[in-house]
């Protein structure tokens, strides 16, 4: 821990010092919104959840499909999404469905609202909770991301937040947590078992000197490092005291730069569209890995991946392009994909903490054909991130050769390869300059 801090430094000052400016006043930690409807995991020791990447829902049936084979183009659009989207749940039947952002292409949107409202029916109507946060698209019209967001929270049966109660300081709109609680009549029923992350990682960059992708800024990483502090000291408290912190995964839509530093040649699914990162490393990868709760992360933006590979500890994953008028690539399916945590048995014959995040995907073929089951975490037994299964033939013509993880990204990421030391150096480059900004902001 020492040694990790000292590496660090730069990021830490910056992180104290953000933190003693933003939060001096009390920062409520999820664990006191009481009105929120509990997840919780269920009696047969599981929690499954939906992830829903890039729907891009315009006007409905009036909104033709992109990238599908020339004989599908006639009859094809936004409601071939609400279909897949219904076949889905059914399919499946989640206790969670998550949206990761681009969830409108509010650009072709006639009226923000509606689409928003069209796009989420499916998940509305079904009665299962959902969330949502923000990608780049979504504010493209009368709705800016705060109205975007504000107009989500209205929806029924949503969990989504516009930001955490009293965080007004908080970059972005769309940063909240939720936390799934241990089996009820367990020891671990008023525990967070599985805590989940959802953050805003912008659209465009705001500073002059840099172009591209938004990032997640220092106010976030605060806010996560403070929430996933108090989540550990809860769980690693009595009743149930854990040794280690409860798994948590994170939700968010731009990939951060360090998807492009995945084991090329040790990873389960595809990279056909390169990295579309940020052009520079706001360190949230690095914060995450030092709070050491998070096991995987599931980013959209790039329709064209749906890999999960580890680095440095993390599983980073993409949800596979889902909608229809987003870009795509004829003859390769849109996809879903699905997280499944489950419980420890315990000696008692009741459900104790976590004891493995699997997860795959599902085409929008005529099966709805399973691909790329593979387990994410486990505790002690399983060996984690081997596939699972076959992994099957019906990925489609273009699955990619291991070895091109690296290969030409579409947006120059600030690091590619694996050279640890030149990512940290320019994360520590960059961090360094934002805090300087925070210092100069707030002084
Ligand atoms: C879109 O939906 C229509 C109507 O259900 C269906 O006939 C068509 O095959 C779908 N297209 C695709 C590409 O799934
Ligand atoms: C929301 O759900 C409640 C309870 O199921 C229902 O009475 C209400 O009509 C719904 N509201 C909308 C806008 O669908
Ligand atoms: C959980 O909280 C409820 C309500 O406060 C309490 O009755 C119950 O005993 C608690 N369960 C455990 C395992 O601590
Ligand atoms: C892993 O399992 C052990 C034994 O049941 C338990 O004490 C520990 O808390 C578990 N770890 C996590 C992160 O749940
Ligand atoms: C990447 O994965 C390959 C195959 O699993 C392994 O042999 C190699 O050592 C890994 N490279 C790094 C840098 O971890
Ligand atoms: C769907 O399943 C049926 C029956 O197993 C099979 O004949 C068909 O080829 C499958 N379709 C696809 C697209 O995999
Ligand atoms: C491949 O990566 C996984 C983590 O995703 C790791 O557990 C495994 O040891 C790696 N395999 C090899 C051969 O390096």
């Avoid at 989540?231 to 360090?258: D, K, N, T, W």
């Avoid at 399916?333 to 459900?351: F, I, M, N, P």
């Avoid at 590619?416 to 002084?443: M, Y």
Wanted: glycine share 10%; hydrophobic share 35%.
């Amino acid at each position: 821990m020492e040694e990790k801090k000292k590496t660090l430094g730069v990021q830490g000052l910056l992180a104290t010092t953000a933190v003693a400016v933003l939060w001096l006043s009390s920062l409520a930690v999820s664990t006191e919104q009481t009105n929120q409807k509990e997840l919780r995991f269920g009696v047969k020791g599981e929690f499954k959840i939906l992830q829903v990447a890039d729907m891009h829902y315009a006007d409905g049936k009036t909104t033709p499909c992109k990238d599908v084979l020339p004989s599908q183009m006639a009859g094809c659009s936004d409601l071939n999404t609400t279909a897949f989207l219904n076949r889905m749940i059914l399919a499946e039947k989640p206790d969670l469905i998550v949206f990761t952002g681009d969830n409108i292409y509010a650009h072709d949107a006639t009226d923000a609202a509606s689409s928003l409202d069209a796009a989420f029916a499916p998940a509305i109507s079904s009665g299962i909770p959902w969330a949502a946060v923000l990608g780049n698209h979504d504010q493209e019209s009368a709705l800016s991301r705060e109205g975007v967001m504000k107009h989500i929270v209205t929806l029924n049966n949503t969990l989504s937040q516009v930001n955490p109660p009293g965080a007004d300081a908080l970059d972005g709109f769309g940063n909240y947590n939720l936390e799934v609680h241990g089996f009820e009549g367990s020891g671990f029923e008023n525990k967070s078992v599985l805590n989940l992350y959802f953050l805003d990682s912008g659209d465009y960059s705001t500073v002059h000197a840099i172009s591209g992708y938004g990032w997640i800024k220092p106010s976030q990483q605060v806010w996560f490092e403070r929430t996933s502090v108090e989540l550990q000291r809860a769980y690693m408290s009595e009743p149930e005291a854990q040794e280690a912190p409860a798994p948590g995964l994170v939700y968010f839509h731009i990939p951060v730069p360090e998807y492009a530093s995945v084991n090329s040649s040790n990873y389960t699914g595809v990279n056909q569209d390169g990295i579309s990162s940020p052009r520079v490393n706001s360190g949230f990868f690095t914060t995450m890995v030092e709070a050491g709760d998070v096991k995987a992360v599931f980013t959209g933006h790039d329709h064209l991946n749906d890999f999960c590979g580890e680095y440095t500890g993390i599983q980073l994953c993409y949800g596979g392009g889902f909608g229809y008028h987003a870009y795509g690539k004829a003859g390769w399916s849109r996809r879903a994909r699905v997280v499944v945590a489950t419980l420890q048995k315990t000696d008692e014959g009741s459900w104790g903490p976590l004891m493995s995040i699997k997860t795959w995907k599902r085409l929008d073929d005529e099966n709805l054909t399973t691909i790329d089951v593979q387990v994410l975490w486990s505790n002690g037994t399983t060996e984690v991130g081997s596939p699972v299964g076959a992994p099957t033939a019906s990925e489609g013509p273009s699955g990619m050769t291991p070895g091109s993880l690296l290969s030409p990204a579409v947006s120059p990421a600030p690091m590619t390869g694996n050279t640890g030391d030149c990512a940290s150096r320019s994360t520590l480059l960059l961090v360094a300059g934002l805090g300087a900004t925070i210092l100069r902001a707030f002084f």
